[in-house]
């Protein structure tokens, strides 16, 4: 299957500042790419839909400007939380569709707000 | 609204056994169906998937039966094995350029040695 990676698997952050999680389709261009929040034991809540070179569409419920979301390229979409808060602290993973039709997730970046 | 109803919430299997996971949907306009399977702390990973011109699609140990016209579909794992021991989430998308995935509650699989 297709590869996406997620960088940083983890980050630690203190309350107030801003923290940059990058997506990256390996082996495919994606023109659509998805960002996802899980808590434990829950399933995957859609936070935003992101398209190549246009604005990110969020669900209702979503802070745009709290969660920055960028899509530059085919192969990398960039999720910026501003403002962290504890609350903010969660499993975030995103995710990537292929021209066929198939979604595939990366590995999920734990983020920590202290 | 819950669009897709994932049952049951967990599950026990013995090794060797079948485990099997079922989802109902209600919109007739889904015509896509994957399930993931989930390992704690990891992403999602795309497991089978089915669409509603066929009714049974088989990988491996792993095999998702549809049932169009009572908008069920189920995932059977053949032979489970510990390793098999994850979260399942079964989901459901329209096919158009800009729909996304509905996904199930999920269902935690342990299969016991």
């Known amino acids: 299957g297709a590869v996406v990676s997620q960088h940083p698997s983890r980050v630690i952050c203190k309350s107030g500042t801003s923290v940059k999680i990058e997506c990256r389709s390996l082996d495919f261009q994606a023109t659509t790419m998805f960002w996802y929040r899980q808590f434990p034991k829950q399933s995957l809540m859609l936070m935003a839909t992101s398209n190549e070179g246009s604005k990110a569409t969020y669900e209702q419920g979503v802070e745009k400007d709290k969660f920055l979301i960028n899509h530059a390229s085919l192969t990398l979409s960039t999720l910026t939380v501003t403002s962290a808060h504890p609350e903010d602290s969660s499993f975030y993973i995103c995710?990537?569709?292929?021209?066929?039709?198939?979604?595939?997730f990366g590995p999920g970046t734990r983020l920590t707000v202290t | 609204q819950q669009q897709v109803k994932q049952s049951p919430q967990s599950l026990i299997v013995q090794k060797g056994g079948i485990s099997i996971i079922n989802c109902a949907y209600e919109n007739t306009a889904f015509d896509y169906f994957p399930w993931y399977q989930q390992f704690p702390g990891k992403g999602p990973a795309l497991l089978i998937a089915?669409?509603?011109?066929?009714s049974e699609k088989k990988e491996g140990r792993f095999t998702i039966s549809f049932n169009k016209s009572a908008k069920q579909f189920s995932l059977h794992i053949m032979d489970s094995q510990p390793g098999d021991s994850a979260t399942y989430f079964c989901?459901?998308?329209?096919?158009?350029?800009?729909?996304?995935?509905?996904f199930g509650k999920g269902t935690m699989l342990l299969v016991s040695p």
């Open positions: 989901a459901a998308r329209m096919n158009s350029g800009y729909s996304t995935l509905t």
């Open positions: 995710s990537a569709r292929t021209a066929g039709g198939e979604q595939y």
């Open positions: 089915i669409r509603p011109d066929v």
